[in-house]
Structures are given as structure tokens and as C-alpha cells.
């Protein structure tokens, strides 16, 4: 099983900044299947990006997804109030699907 | 639009069974893999359980292998999941998601809204 580790847990911004999240891998993660994921208080998980790197529809392009093997990054540029939630990474390279932990990100 | 309904949630003794439905609206249900992910309260999201387009192709996690089973009805383009012998480590909110490729398992592109399954005594 690939075991995903989020880093850092909690990131603490302010709104305009830049946020850097990072997903590493406990093994290469085959053809860059990773996904991220944006969940709200007591909503469900949002599709943001797949591939690494793909926009799912209607995402902003200040969420970007990069990396591949072990290290992937998700950055959100320019944070606007409704960014500070939770993300979530998920591997589809191999089987078991699994998720990293999450990185909350709070305001500053 | 794509939408998801999940129903069959509740509080349920442990060593009891629940099944969970999920109505599938908006797309061509028969034509994707479905999954069951969970989040334990104030937790992560852990996937759970995949049937094919076809229900031909079955995965598990181990932790709910043996307990519970995935199925679907395609005439009735819903999902359903059937949990036995239930535990207090199961009680979580359960989500249907779609697989956001057809015929392959991947990522996930659309979620329900979720059912709280609470087990205790």
C-alpha cells in the first residue's frame, strides 16, 4: 500500500498570499495518478486536480498541481477567504486507493 | 447535472448490519466504476470499496473485506453498500463518489452529500 504523508499539517496564511502544500509518497506513484481534493466544513470533498497536474472543471487556475514520483506539490496562489479549508491527496497508481492525511490551511 | 444521493445511514449496535443506497442522477450511471469512501468523525478520508460499470470487478479494503459488499443496480442507476458484523471503528460519514474516468479506477469526480453510519451501544 502507498502510504501518502501531508506536509505541513496546518499552514498559516494571509489572504493574497501563496500556498505551497506538499504530498509525499512512500513509493513512486505510477504515471503521476495523483489527485487533491478541497473539503469545506461539513461538505464533501472537491475534485481539484488529477494527473498531477489537470484542472478538473470549473477550478481556478490559481490551483495549480505539480510533481511526480514521490513529490507532489499543490500550490494556490493568491488565497481568497474561501481557500482556508482542508486538502487532501489521493494515489490511483496502485491498489489500494489511498488519501495523505490532509493539510489544513487557517488564517494568519 | 451530476448528482449523487446517499440514504441509509443511522445508529446501529455494533455487530448489526445497515445497507447504504446511493441514488445516481444526471449522467450515464452504467457506464463508471463506483466507489464508498468514509471520514471518521473530525478524520481523514479512507476509501472503502469499488464495483465496476458492469459489477463484474470488486475491491475491498482489508479492513471491511468479509463484512461488507458493494453492489449496484443499473436499471435503477443506484449503488448500494451492505455492512455486516459492524464495529465502532466503522462508525463514519460514508460517501458515493463517482470514478472520474469510464471503465477505469481512478480519482473521483463527483461526491454524494454523505450518511452518518454511528455505531455504538
Known amino acids: 500500500e502507498i502510504v501518502l504523508t501531508q506536509s505541513p499539517a496546518t499552514l498559516s496564511l494571509s489572504p493574497g498570499e501563496s500556498a505551497t502544500l506538499s504530498c509525499g509518497a512512500s513509493?513512486?506513484?505510477?504515471?503521476?495518478?495523483l489527485a487533491w481534493y478541497q473539503q469545506k466544513p461539513g461538505l464533501a470533498p472537491r475534485l481539484l486536480i488529477y494527473?498531477?497536474?489537470t484542472r478538473a472543471t470549473g477550478i481556478p487556475d490559481r490551483f495549480s498541481g505539480s510533481g511526480s514520483g514521490t513529490d507532489f506539490t499543490l500550490t494556490i496562489s493568491r488565497l481568497e477567504p474561501e481557500d482556508f479549508v482542508v486538502y487532501y491527496c489521493?494515489?490511483?497508481?496502485?491498489?489500494?486507493?489511498?488519501f495523505g492525511g490532509g493539510t489544513k490551511v487557517e488564517i494568519k | 447535472q451530476v448528482q449523487l444521493v446517499e440514504s441509509g445511514g443511522g445508529v446501529v449496535q455494533p455487530g448489526r448490519s445497515l445497507r447504504l443506497s446511493c441514488a445516481a442522477s444526471?449522467?450515464?450511471?452504467?457506464?463508471?466504476?463506483m466507489h464508498w469512501v468514509r471520514q471518521a468523525p473530525g478524520k481523514g478520508l479512507q476509501w472503502v470499496a469499488v464495483?465496476?460499470?458492469?459489477?463484474?470487478?470488486?475491491y475491498y479494503t482489508d479492513s471491511v473485506k468479509g463484512r461488507f459488499t458493494i453492489s449496484r443496480d443499473n436499471a435503477k442507476n443506484t449503488l448500494y453498500l451492505q455492512m455486516n458484523s459492524l464495529r465502532a471503528e466503522d462508525t463514519a460519514v460514508y460517501y458515493c463518489?463517482?470514478?472520474?474516468?469510464?471503465?477505469?479506477?481512478?480519482?473521483?469526480?463527483?461526491w454524494g452529500q454523505g450518511t452518518l453510519v454511528t455505531v455504538s451501544s
Open positions: 463518489a463517482r470514478d472520474g474516468r469510464v471503465t477505469v479506477t481512478t480519482f473521483f469526480d463527483y
Open positions: 444526471g449522467f450515464s450511471f452504467s457506464s463508471y466504476d
Open positions: 464495483i465496476s460499470y458492469d459489477g463484474n470487478n470488486i
Open positions: 513509493q513512486s506513484v505510477s504515471s503521476s495518478y
Open positions: 494527473d498531477a497536474y
Open positions: 489521493q494515489q490511483y497508481g496502485s491498489s489500494p486507493l489511498t
